[in-house]
């Protein structure tokens, strides 16, 4: 039995005492870390190592690490910290763990070089001044030996725990057998095909229907793969709560089998669902928390790891037995668990924690990614930027006095762009050079100001300075992936007030990295087609595997009817109204049950549904509402029970278009009165245009393909069980053209008066 650590985690873990402390303060880029560390280095003397290799071993653990540097001539080794603002104001139990790396260097430089003793410096470098403050101290190699010897114990105890577990759950995922007496028709492909993919070491697209078992179908062969490729973790990615939940459920299904094998699942959810003290700031001198945090946190890790399925309520149930703030205690869990399950951003986004921990530790994860199709935009949000003029003239008027001047210079720039601008939208190949090097310039003041008062900003600056700071980082990343685009607004005032945007339109540059870092990522979803769309925008590797896994459902099952006598056109809608309406009290009466209507809006839907009330108030109906709240959507899916009747209006492409389960008599069918394009305005006419410059096919790429793939994903709700029986009326003319026909699912048979479309064979 053997275990290796790197010496930064080491220390992490064994020598963190004291408060959590959130408290921003601006610290230095990785880019301003790494120049930092070559400007000390091009200081020291000829003979000055940079960069030293060096590795021990306490019993059966090996330490290994980097020092920063050594001067033989000195016999110092240097452990650099690059920072900005006022030194004195770091905390004590920083500049503890600083010297407990130190320490643990200067054994290991020792041991290697077989010294007595060597002096240890800590070098601060400011990398606004590029001066340096350097703390030496010297040790006997004795003594650092002890330090050392003393720091692997308490880890080793640890250590040995976690062989014991991993090598428990590898056999036993080695043993375990599928929870249900069989597979589902499809499932079976779709797990071969995942452990296929894992075993390669590839890339797997798999568009798979819904009702198959995706999460299980996917999960449990990646669980098989755990052993024999040697993975340390596999990441469960989701695009919103419905699919989280899926994914603990279908965990807890594993766990509860008779040979599952003793997994660590953890769900990790957003701070401000896990903050237990909204009220109160991230540091010890406010919650209570935080207080002590890293004292009390080996016993609440220690009890949260004799747990399998860590999910928020249990999380939160030994946090809080514990003293300690939920939400951090589930961020050093994701150190110690085998499935993490969370939302895309943990993994994708460009400070994404699960990312960054998998980088540093250099573990060997499998990533599944699930309603895959969601990526595309949900890639665009994370790697964009805005900035709202509004926004920033509230801010400025109660921003501290030595901020004025540099927020002046923010608001000459930005409106010298307006009077450069006609009309009230204009999008831009490059992003304004001035304009940057103003939040730029006025980043940095702020950055000083933060350090020079800890106590902060108001929130509502400070909610801005992230904003400009986002701005700037995605600026410098700026290219022919983005648009630079200005809206203005109140166009009747005398001066206009305006949005910047940095709009990411291919994120493929971002995520292909995120990709090819796994031993092995799963996209799958039941609409990716057509393959080469999610290709181009996803960016996924030349070598990845696509499959289309066939349905278990029958055309017989799903009446699907295209009802081409009516335009949801935005010009037609008036005189859509009463047609739909009337559409839908047939079906209602011709077979009662629960169904969904979608609309491409709240105004459309609010206006059929008014309507529908008017004309035939013995149908029940409940409607989505703007902004709707967990609580409020668990109502509306509630009022689907299994002996009602009625109809739900929904938004297509909104929280009840996807990732919900309403089998058998809780939905019997769908009426999709829209065609799910994107509104026309010009953002969407800027995207357009560069999808046509780009993949040459704009319209299909900004309009057409992500339409319909929610109009199928809609559908997708009603047929959920072999058993189930259902129909979907697809309202709208432009449903019979064969281009969209084409981008149905093979196995309906689409119904159009006049004629019937007969699925393809499988």
Not at 473 to 480: H, N, P, Q, S, Y
Request: proline content about 5%; some cysteine; overall charge neutral.
């Amino acid at each position: 039995m053997s275990y290796s650590i790197a010496v930064r985690a080491l220390c992490e873990f064994t020598a963190k005492t004291g408060d959590l402390d959130l408290r921003f303060t601006p610290s230095p880029t990785a880019l301003e870390g790494i120049v930092g560390h070559r400007t000390v280095a091009s200081r020291r003397s000829e003979g000055y190592q940079s960069e030293v290799a060096l590795e021990g071993r306490f019993q059966t653990l090996t330490v290994k690490g980097r020092a920063d540097g050594y001067d033989p001539g000195q016999n110092c080794l240097e452990e650099v910290k690059t920072y900005r603002g006022d030194l004195s104001k770091q905390p004590a139990n920083h500049r503890q763990l600083h010297w407990a790396q130190a320490k643990i260097y200067g054994w290991l430089m020792c041991r290697q070089l077989d010294l007595p003793r060597i002096n240890l410096a800590l070098v601060y470098f400011d990398i606004v001044s590029e001066k340096e403050t350097c703390l030496v101290e010297p040790h006997e190699a004795a003594q650092l030996q002890q330090f050392f010897e003393r720091q692997c114990a308490r880890f080793l105890q640890w250590a040995q725990q976690e062989v014991v577990h991993r090598d428990g759950r590898n056999l036993a995922a080695q043993r375990l057998a599928f929870p249900h007496a069989d597979f589902r028709p499809g499932q079976r492909h779709l797990a071969e095909s995942v452990f296929k993919a894992v075993s390669t070491g590839r890339c797997l697209m798999a568009q798979a229907p819904t009702g198959i078992g995706k999460t299980l179908g996917t999960l449990f062969p990646m669980l098989k793969a755990l052993a024999p490729q040697q993975l340390d973790k596999v990441f469960f990615l989701t695009a919103k709560t419905p699919g989280r939940k899926l994914a603990l459920d279908a965990a807890q299904v594993l766990l509860a089998s008779a040979d599952a094998p003793p997994l660590r699942v953890l769900e990790m959810i957003a701070r401000d669902k896990a903050c237990e003290h909204p009220d109160k700031a991230c540091h010890g001198e406010s919650c209570p928390l935080a207080r002590g945090f890293y004292d009390r946190l080996p016993a609440a890790r220690q009890a949260a790891s004799q747990l399998s399925l860590l999910d928020q309520g249990a999380l939160r149930e030994v946090a809080l037995a514990h003293d300690v703030c939920p939400y951090y205690l589930s961020q050093e869990m994701a150190r110690w668990a085998d499935v993490v399950v969370a939302d895309y951003n943990y993994y994708f986004d460009f400070s994404a924690l699960l990312f960054g921990l998998a980088q540093a530790n250099h573990w060997t994860v499998a990533v599944l990614v699930d309603e895959a199709h969601n990526l595309v935009e949900r890639g665009r949000q994370m790697y964009s930027a805005s900035l709202d003029q509004a926004t920033f003239n509230a801010v400025r008027k109660t921003a501290p006095e030595v901020l004025k001047k540099p927020m002046q210079r923010i608001s000459r720039e930005w409106n010298a762009l307006h009077d450069a601008q006609i009309g009230a939208y204009q999008a831009y190949d490059k992003a304004p050079e001035k304009l940057l090097q103003a939040l730029s310039s006025c980043s940095a003041s702020i950055g000083d100001y933060l350090n020079d008062h800890p106590q902060g900003l108001d929130s509502a600056l400070q909610g801005f300075y992230f904003d400009m700071l986002q701005f700037c980082r995605v600026a410098e990343l700026f290219d022919e992936q983005f648009l630079f685009d200005i809206s203005k607004r109140d166009l009747e005032r005398k001066r206009n007030l305006s949005q910047l945007c940095l709009r990411n339109v291919v994120p493929a540059g971002f995520i292909r990295p995120r990709l090819t870092a796994a031993r092995s990522t799963v996209l799958f979803s039941a609409t990716l087609s057509p393959r080469h769309y999610y290709a181009d925008l996803l960016g996924t590797p030349a070598d990845t595997v696509c499959i289309d896994v066939e349905s278990p459902f029958h055309a017989d099952q799903l009446q699907v009817h295209i009802v081409n006598q009516i335009s949801t056109r935005f010009v037609h809608r008036q005189s859509s109204l009463e047609p739909i309406v009337d559409l839908i009290a047939r079906q209602f009466c011709k077979r009662p049950g629960n169904y969904l209507a979608f609309f491409s809006s709240f105004d459309y839907l609010q206006q059929v549904a008014q309507l529908l009330a008017e004309k035939h108030p013995h149908i029940s109906l409940w409607s989505q509402s703007r902004g709707m709240g967990e609580a409020q959507r668990q109502q509306f899916l509630d009022q689907f029970h299994a002996d009602g009747q009625g109809v739900g209006f929904a938004v297509l492409g909104g929280a009840f278009g996807e990732g919900i389960d309403l089998p058998g008599a809780r939905l019997i069918g769908a009426f999709i009165a829209t065609l799910g394009l994107a509104q026309l305005n010009p953002v969407n006419e800027q995207l357009k245009r560069r999808m046509a410059a780009i993949f040459g096919a704009g319209y299909d790429y900004t309009y057409l393909f992500p339409g319909v793939q929610k109009v199928v994903q809609a559908a997708g709700r009603v047929i959920r069980t072999q058993q189930d029986q259902g129909v979907v009326m697809l309202i709208d003319d432009r449903f019979g053209e064969s281009k969209v026909k084409q981008l149905l699912p093979r196995w309906w048979a689409v119904q159009i008066p006049g004629m019937t479309h007969t699925p393809e064979k499988q």
